[in-house]
C-alpha cells in the first residue's frame, strides 16, 4: 500500500467522521430556537442530545461485530448514509416525539462509525503512531462539532433551523459516495492480518470464525488495565460531551449572544476539545517511547488539570478571565482520548480491533457522551446552566481514579497478553511506502 492512499484512507475517514459529528451537533447550535418553538425544558433538549450517544452506545459493539465479519468498507458507507437521511429527517420534523425519533436513528447510523472508522485507520499506519492517530481521529468528532454548532448556528440564524439540519444531511450523502469509490475491501486487505482479514471482509467461514471470535472475545474485558481504559475514557468525555453541547446556550444566557455568535463562540471551544485530543496523543506517544506506561501519567494529568481548571472556571464571574481558564480547562478535558485508545489497542487483540475500540465507544458513551447532555441539562432546570456547570467537572475524580488502577495492573495485564514484558515501542514512525 502506497503512503499517498494510506493518507487517503484517513482523509476519507476522518471526513466521515466530521460529518458524523456535524450532524451529531448541528442540534446544540439551535437549542435557544427549539426552545422557543416548541417551549422545550432543559431537560427535553438534553436528551436529544443524549438520545444519539445512547444509541452509539447500546448498538456499536454488535454492529462493530457486524462490521468485523461482513466487511468494514461496506458497513461505513451503510453507517454514513443512514446518519445523514436521518438528519434530513430531523429537518422535516413537526414536533419534539418526531425529533427525538429522528435523533434516535442518528445514533442507529452512527453507532460502529467511530470504532470500525479507527480500526481502518490504524490498520494502514505503523503500531508506534497509535496514539497520535487514536488521537488525531477521535479529535474529528471534535472538528466535527465545530463545524457542526459554528456552521449550524449561522444557517440557522439567517435561514431558520430546519436547514442547518439539512445542510449537515446533504454533506453527508456527499461524502459517503466518495468513500465508497475511493476505499475498497481489496486495497485494504494486504495490510491485515490473515485472522483478520477473514473476519474482516466476510472470507471466513461458519464453524471457525464463530470459534475464533468465542475464544477472542473474552479478552475485551480480560485484565484490570483495559477496563480501567474504557472506564476512565468513558467518564472523562462525560465532561466534553456536557461542554459541548451546553456552551452554545451557556453564552446565549450569561454572554446574551445571539444564536450565531454563540454557536461561533462554542465551536472555538469545541475547537479547542479537539486539539487537547491531538496533543494528549502526541505526548503520548513521545513521552511513552521508552516505557509504555507513561501513557496512564498523561491521562492522569489531563484528568486533575480539567477537574481544577473547570472548577475554578465556573466560579469565576463572565468575562475574559473566565473564558480563558475556560479553555485550558478544555484544553485538556479529554486530552485522554489518544491514551485511552492506545491502551485499549496494547491491551486486546489485533483480530478483533474493531470490536475492541467499539466497547471503548460503548464506554465512552454510556458513561460520558449520553448522559453528561441529559444530565446537565435534569441539573440545569434544578439549579440553572451554571450551577450544573459547577458540578460537572467532578466527574474527572472518577476518571482519576480508574486511571490510577489501570497504571497500577498495566505491566502485570501486558505481560499475561503478550507473555512478555513491556518494552519501548517502535521509534520508527514512518508511514507504508
Given at each position: 500500500m502506497s503512503r499517498r492512499y494510506a493518507w487517503a484512507v484517513f482523509a476519507l475517514s476522518f471526513g466521515l467522521l466530521l460529518s458524523d459529528y456535524m450532524s451529531r451537533q448541528v442540534l446544540n447550535a439551535v437549542f435557544p430556537m427549539l426552545k422557543a418553538?416548541?417551549?422545550l425544558s432543559d431537560a427535553q433538549l438534553g436528551s436529544l442530545s443524549g438520545v444519539v450517544a445512547l444509541a452509539v452506545g447500546l448498538l456499536?459493539?454488535?454492529?462493530?461485530l457486524l462490521a468485523d465479519r461482513w466487511g468494514r468498507v461496506r458497513s461505513l458507507v451503510i453507517a454514513a448514509t443512514m446518519w445523514s437521511l436521518a438528519t434530513l429527517g430531523c429537518a422535516v420534523a413537526a414536533s419534539y416525539d418526531q425529533m427525538l425519533v429522528g435523533r434516535l436513528f442518528v445514533g442507529i447510523g452512527e453507532a460502529a462509525y467511530g470504532s470500525v472508522g479507527i480500526a481502518v485507520v490504524l490498520s494502514v499506519f505503523p503500531r508506534a503512531l497509535r496514539a497520535t492517530l487514536s488521537g488525531a481521529f477521535i479529535a474529528?468528532?471534535?472538528f466535527g462539532s465545530v463545524l457542526g454548532i459554528s456552521i449550524g448556528g449561522a444557517v440557522?440564524?439567517?435561514?431558520?433551523?430546519?436547514?442547518?439540519?439539512?445542510?449537515?444531511?446533504?454533506?453527508g450523502l456527499v461524502l459517503a459516495g466518495v468513500y465508497a469509490l475511493v476505499v475498497t475491501e481489496k486495497r485494504l486487505a494486504p495490510r491485515q492480518d490473515p485472522a483478520e482479514c477473514g473476519?474482516?471482509?466476510?472470507?471466513?467461514?461458519g464453524t471457525d470464525e464463530r470459534d475464533r471470535l468465542r475464544v477472542l472475545l473474552p479478552r475485551l474485558f480480560s485484565s484490570v488495565s483495559v477496563v480501567s481504559a474504557y472506564i476512565g475514557s468513558g467518564l472523562q468525555?462525560?465532561?466534553?460531551?456536557?461542554?459541548?453541547?451546553?456552551?452554545?446556550s451557556y453564552f446565549n444566557r450569561y454572554y446574551d449572544m445571539p444564536t450565531a455568535k454563540a454557536g461561533a463562540t462554542a465551536g472555538l471551544f469545541a475547537l479547542v476539545i479537539g486539539i487537547g485530543m491531538i496533543a494528549g496523543g502526541i505526548a503520548s506517544d513521545r513521552i511513552s517511547r521508552r516505557d509504555p506506561i507513561r501513557k496512564w501519567a498523561v491521562a492522569i494529568s489531563c484528568s486533575v488539570g480539567s477537574l481544577v481548571l473547570l472548577t475554578t472556571a465556573f466560579r469565576l464571574p463572565a468575562g475574559p478571565v473566565q473564558l480563558v481558564v475556560l479553555a485550558l480547562g478544555a484544553l485538556l478535558c479529554a486530552g485522554t482520548a489518544g491514551p485511552g485508545a492506545a491502551m485499549v489497542a496494547n491491551l486486546t487483540p489485533a483480530a478483533i480491533a474493531a470490536t475492541a475500540f467499539a466497547t471503548l465507544t460503548l464506554a465512552q458513551s454510556l458513561l460520558g457522551l449520553a448522559p453528561g447532555p441529559a444530565v446537565t441539562g435534569m441539573l440545569a432546570d434544578r439549579l440553572g446552566l451554571?450551577?450544573?456547570?459547577?458540578?460537572?467537572?467532578?466527574?474527572?475524580?472518577?476518571?482519576t481514579a480508574?486511571?490510577?488502577?489501570?497504571?497500577?495492573?498495566?505491566?502485570?495485564?501486558?505481560?499475561?497478553?503478550t507473555g512478555v514484558a513491556p518494552v519501548a515501542e517502535r521509534q520508527n514512525t514512518e508511514v507504508p511506502s
Open positions: 418553538d416548541w417551549l456499536t459493539l454488535p454492529l462493530s474529528g468528532g471534535a440557522a440564524q439567517a435561514f431558520g433551523w430546519r436547514w442547518a439540519f439539512g445542510v449537515m444531511g446533504v454533506f473476519a474482516g471482509t466476510g472470507t471466513g467461514t468525555l462525560f465532561i466534553a460531551g456536557a461542554l459541548i453541547a451546553w456552551l452554545p451554571l450551577g450544573a456547570f459547577r458540578l460537572v467537572p467532578l466527574v474527572a475524580i472518577g476518571a480508574a486511571f490510577l488502577i489501570g497504571r497500577h495492573s498495566y505491566d502485570r495485564d501486558v505481560l499475561r497478553l
